[in-house]
Nanobody
Framework: QVQLVESGGGLVQPGGSLRLSCAAS????????MGWFRQAPGKERELVAA???????NYADSVKGRFGISRDNAKNTVYLQMNSLKPEDTAVYYC?????????????????????WGQGTQVTVSS
């Protein structure tokens, strides 16, 4: 069982930056594929960025070049650096984890592929 706790959300002006953190419990964090998803009111949950257990990133087209996903296995933490934020980035952001014990290197893009979820953190981009 893995517990995920997100932090770092808040209110930021357009063009600003935020860094989200997701702290995971457990001793096998490095064997988990991780993802950041977001959900805006009235919309489906969508992938923002994903990271394989081996560290390969994948991004939604809407955030490429602006967002960066990374992990620190020593701290059991995955990060989402968000730059050049736009009002359309406003959403609740969720961290997700999926066990990948054989280090397949697969990047998982669909919410249904993840086993564990955090409670979410609100990001609001507004002037």
């Amino acid at each position: 069982q893995v517990q995920l706790v997100e932090s770092g959300g808040g209110l930021v002006q357009p063009g600003g930056s935020l860094r989200l953190s997701c702290a995971a419990s457990g001793r096998t964090f490095s064997s988990y594929a991780m993802g950041w998803f977001r959900q805006a009111p009235g919309k489906e949950r969508e992938l923002v960025a994903a990271l394989s257990s081996g560290g390969s990133p994948n991004y939604a087209d809407s955030v490429k070049g602006r967002f960066g996903i990374s992990r620190d296995n020593a701290k059991n933490t995955v990060y989402l650096q968000m730059n050049s934020l736009k009002p359309e980035d406003t959403a609740v952001y969720y961290c997700a984890a999926r066990s990948d014990p054989f280090y397949s290197g697969t990047v998982y893009r669909r919410p249904s592929e993840y086993q564990y979820w955090g409670q979410g953190t609100q990001v609001t981009v507004s002037s």
